[in-house]
């Protein structure tokens, strides 16, 4: 029982986490809305095996080795900053592009599944501040003493949470009346979108005292 409650307070912890908004929710949203279900979808689970890649890495100490190597933090930082200003810069770049008045079928074989899931798992992984969060939810509810059976079931809630989320921004955001009034306005929401990705690009690489 001590176990049980402990996991439905790391679960709610990080499903708070996980719908606040941040890169990981503009990516799925833009990819769902201009791209189709499929592509949002696909993203989604990207997202999902990305946090657990994270939630593992928490596990195993990841904060303990940045605490112990300040530097390898700060690089990644760098690095995930960077990818996240390249990602802005993209949707930037694609805003004056025209889309199809509909969505494909199957958009999502068209430029391959593994694009979106690509990008979805790159997105989740750029932001080593993830780690982080997921320590620290781990270090205030994780019982001194935990079976392997409860660890194994933390990482389950986690890809579930996660993708699970994003599964429901992708079905959502992909619906035909999202896309239209995206294809009406994509100019704008595409320049608007690529400034908010290159803005928390930017603070995440020049976060250097957090």
Not at 150 to 168: K, Q, S, T
């Amino acid at each position: 029982m001590h176990e049980l409650t402990a996991l439905i307070g790391i679960a709610i912890a990080l499903a708070i986490g996980a719908m606040s908004p941040g890169p990981s929710f503009l990516i799925v949203a833009q990819t769902s809305i201009a791209h189709g279900r499929r592509a949002g979808l696909n993203t989604a689970l990207g997202m999902g095996i990305g946090a657990t890649i994270f939630a593992i890495a928490a596990l195993l100490g990841l904060s303990a080795l940045f605490s112990a190597i300040p530097v390898l933090y700060i690089v990644l930082k760098i690095l995930g900053g960077v990818y996240l200003i390249y990602l802005g810069f993209r949707i930037w770049q694609g805003a004056t592009h025209s889309l199809p008045e509909k969505a494909p079928v199957d958009v999502a074989e068209k430029y391959h599944r593994h694009k979106y899931f690509g990008l979805g798992f790159t997105t989740q992984v750029s932001n080593p501040k993830t780690a982080i969060v997921y320590a620290s939810v781990f270090a205030a509810l994780m019982p001194s003493a935990v079976s392997v059976q409860f660890m194994l079931a933390v990482l389950v809630c986690v890809f579930f949470i996660e993708a699970g989320w994003y599964v429901i921004v992708a079905l959502t955001l992909s619906a035909k009346k999202w896309r239209e009034g995206y294809l009406a306005y994509k100019k704008w929401v595409d320049r608007m979108a690529g400034t908010v990705m290159g803005v928390l690009g930017v603070k995440l690489a020049s976060s250097f005292a957090s």
